[in-house]
């Protein structure tokens, strides 16, 4: 693809970081599935350990089919220059250490992926990497929550499994006012459908495990940020903690990636009408989708993300047990945790991914024993709703 050109989002996820002529016309990206790379003589391996030759050296510290993605996704999200990972851990672990250090603090938004909960307690724990949670919902929440000590802001949006959202342009006004570097974790929505990047914020973060490679087939995460940020974190976290992606889980992200567009609007489409039909159900007690025009944060929605997503919680009327009796029922729709995929899935967060939270404090977040979360797939919505009647009328 030639340089420069100012290519839709469309066209750029087919081919923004591949260039065909450069791999004997290859219309598909080569996968280099290989550990090292040969130098032609020892001085060229010299140069290259110096940084006085461009050139790959080991695959932990770069490879061909690893920046093709990295190129693409950097495109995609709005930054300078983006770092494939392992999973989508390893790159928040790596990301939030390259950010902090002893007696630092980070902010967080009211809910963060459960994984993210834990390294936070570790980092307290062996580091006194301290945190707190903000519901961040005005400017003023924002200033108070700050600690001279804040090192870094870190936000998901919508928060998984409550839905709730946050201001990302309001969010990143406030830090830049004091200086502090905004992380995003932007998995529920995929560049397709948000780019804090473009909202002011510094630092986003993928689990390409889910809408990125979108086809379950695959744990890997991105970063995604300035050029001088990415290059340290590759060249420090990264490279010494090791959290590097597979450059055959390159490649198969490279492919989901062609058709991220045509299946986030799919995902969107069926959400859209799986929520009115849930709303509309005697069985069901309340419904969370961004897209609700009644939801708080319908207006947020509109100003920062291109569409409200796939993803849909809702609470059936009854109790934990009707809820796994529900589950129970579904024929189609597949029990499991995990998002994104082309299969519909579902999940019970009070008993599988927010378990370790007690009781008392899920239930002040809103996951009640009741709630329900819905990975909208890429079927027929008519039959993905067929089945959640069926195993409704069961009830
Ligand atoms: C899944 C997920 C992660 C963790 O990603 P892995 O690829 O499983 O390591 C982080 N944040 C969010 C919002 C997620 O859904």
């Known amino acids: 693809m030639e340089e420069k050109r100012n290519y839709q989002f469309e066209t750029e996820m087919i081919h923004t970081g591949y260039d065909s002529k450069q791999f004997q016309g290859s219309l598909n990206p080569p996968l280099f599935q290989t550990s090292t790379f040969t130098f032609e003589n020892a001085k060229q391996g010299e140069r290259r350990f110096a940084g006085e030759e461009e050139g790959y050296i080991y695959s932990r510290l770069g490879n061909p089919t690893v920046t093709m993605l990295e190129e693409r996704m950097a495109a995609l999200e709005k930054g300078e220059a983006a770092l494939a990972f392992g999973s989508g851990m390893a790159a928040v672990s790596a990301i939030l250490l390259a950010l902090t250090k002893t007696g630092d603090h980070i902010l967080c938004s009211q809910g963060v992926y459960g994984c993210t909960f834990g390294l936070l307690q570790l980092m307290k724990k062996k580091y006194n990497i301290n945190h707190a949670f903000s519901t961040m919902e005005t400017e003023e929440d924002l200033l108070q929550a700050i600690q001279p000590e804040t090192a870094c802001i870190y936000v998901e949006t919508p928060i998984n499994p409550t839905m709730k959202l946050v201001d990302l342009e309001m969010i990143s006004r406030v830090a830049k006012s004091k200086g502090i570097p905004v992380v995003v974790d932007n998995t529920f929505c995929s560049p397709y459908l948000q780019n804090p990047i473009a909202l002011g914020c510094d630092v986003v973060i993928h689990s390409a495990t889910k809408y990125i490679g979108g086809h379950g087939d695959v744990i890997a995460g991105i970063a995604v940020g300035s050029k001088e940020f990415i ?60 897209g609700d025009e009644k939801n708080k944060d319908y207006e947020i929605m509109k100003k920062q993300m291109r569409k409200p997503g796939g993803l849909i919680s809702f609470a059936i009327k009854g109790t934990k047990e009707d809820a796994q009796r529900f589950m129970d029922h579904l024929q189609l729709i597949k029990i499991a945790v995990s998002l994104g995929d082309a299969e519909t899935l579902i999940q019970h967060p009070a008993t599988m991914t927010h378990s370790v939270i007690p009781k008392e404090e899920r239930e002040k977040m809103g996951i009640s024993d009741t709630l329900i979360r819905l990975s909208v797939g890429l079927e027929s919505w008519e039959d993905i709703r067929d089945d959640i009647e069926q195993a409704l009328d069961k009830l």
């Open 231 to 290: 290059s340290e974190v590759a060249m420090t976290t990264q490279k010494d903690i090791g959290g590097i992606i597979s450059p055959f889980d390159a490649w198969l992200l490279l492919r989901g990636l062609k058709t991220l567009a045509v299946r986030m609007d799919r995902h969107c489409d069926n959400a859209e009408k799986l929520a009115t039909f849930l709303g509309n159900h005697t069985k069901v007690e309340s419904v969370i989708y961004p």
